[in-house]
T-cell receptor, first 114, second 113 residues
Framework: ETGVTQTPRHLVMGMTNKKSLKCEQH?????MYWYKQSAKKPLELMFV???????ENNSVPSRFSPECPNSSHLFLHLHTLQPEDSALYLC?????????????FGAGTRLSVL | SQQGEEDPQALSIQEGENATMNCSYK?????LQWYRQNSGRGLVHLIL?????REKHSGRLRVTLDTSKKSSSLLITASRAADTASYFC?????????????FGKGITLSVRP
C-alpha cells in the first residue's frame, strides 16, 4: 500500500462515453500528477497540480480534463477518447519543496477504448 | 531533453546472479532516482542519488552516478525471482518547487528461479 489509491482499476469504454478516473492520496502531499504509460514508450507526464493549482499541462488533448478539488483528490475526466488513448493511467503524489521529490504512485487504471 | 534512457531494454538472469542496469541522460541533473514497477502496478521508489554523490547503497541495491559521463548504474546483488519487474531511472534537474522528474522507457528484468 503506497498511500495513493486509484479507482477504478480497469475501465473499458466506447469512444462516445464519458468516464472519470479518481485518485486519492493519504500522505499529506502538496502535489499530484497524472501520467500515461503505453507499451514501449517512456512514462508521459500529463498534468501536475501543486496546492490544487495546475502547474503543468503537457499538450494533452482536451478530451482529457483534470480536476483537483483539494490537495488529496485528483480526477481525470474522459470524453470522446480514441483507441490510441488505451493505456495504463498512473496517479502520483509528492511533497514538492522537500529535500527529495520522491513520487508515490497508485496502482493505476488500465483503460481500454473500443 | 534530459530524459533518462535505460539499457539494456531487457535483461534475463539466473537467480543468485547480479543484475546491472544502466541509465544515460543528456543534460545536467540535480538528482537521479530509480523506481521499480511490477507488472500492471504503479512505480515504487527504490533509491535516490544526488549529483554530488558517486555511490549509494540500500540493502541489495547499489547505485552509482558518473556526472562526467551523464550515466548511472543500478546493481542488484544476489537476485531473487521476486526482483522480476521493470526498472526506471528518473532524472530531475530542478530543486524544491521547481523539481520535476523525467522517466525513461524502463528495463524489463527477468530472474529465472
Amino acid at each position: 500500500e503506497t498511500g495513493v489509491t486509484q479507482t477504478p482499476r480497469h475501465l473499458v469504454m466506447g469512444m462516445t462515453n464519458k468516464k472519470s478516473l479518481k485518485c486519492e492520496q493519504h500522505l499529506g502531499h502538496n502535489a499530484m500528477y497524472w501520467y500515461k504509460q503505453s507499451a514501449k514508450k517512456p512514462l508521459e507526464l500529463m498534468f501536475v497540480y501543486n496546492f490544487k493549482e495546475q502547474t503543468e499541462n503537457n499538450s494533452v488533448p482536451s478530451r482529457f480534463s483534470p480536476e483537483c478539488p483539494n490537495s488529496s483528490h485528483l480526477f481525470l475526466h474522459l470524453h470522446t477518447l480514441q483507441p490510441e488513448d488505451s493505456a495504463l493511467y498512473l496517479c502520483a503524489s509528492s511533497q514538492v519543496g522537500a529535500a527529495k521529490n520522491i513520487q508515490y504512485f497508485g496502482a493505476g487504471t488500465r483503460l481500454s477504448v473500443l | 531533453s534530459q530524459q533518462g534512457e535505460e539499457d539494456p531494454q531487457a535483461l534475463s538472469i539466473q537467480e543468485g546472479e547480479n543484475a546491472t542496469m544502466n541509465c544515460s541522460y543528456k543534460t545536467s541533473i540535480n538528482i537521479l532516482q530509480w523506481y521499480r514497477q511490477n507488472s500492471g502496478r504503479g512505480l515504487v521508489h527504490l533509491i535516490l542519488i544526488r549529483s554530488n554523490e558517486r555511490e549509494k547503497h540500500s540493502g541489495r541495491l547499489r547505485v552509482t552516478l558518473d556526472t562526467s559521463k551523464k550515466s548511472s548504474s543500478l546493481l542488484i546483488t544476489a537476485s531473487r525471482a521476486a526482483d522480476t519487474a521493470s526498472y526506471f531511472c528518473a532524472t530531475d534537474a530542478g530543486a524544491g518547487a521547481n523539481s520535476k522528474l523525467t522517466f525513461g522507457k524502463g528495463i524489463t528484468l527477468s530472474v529465472r528461479p
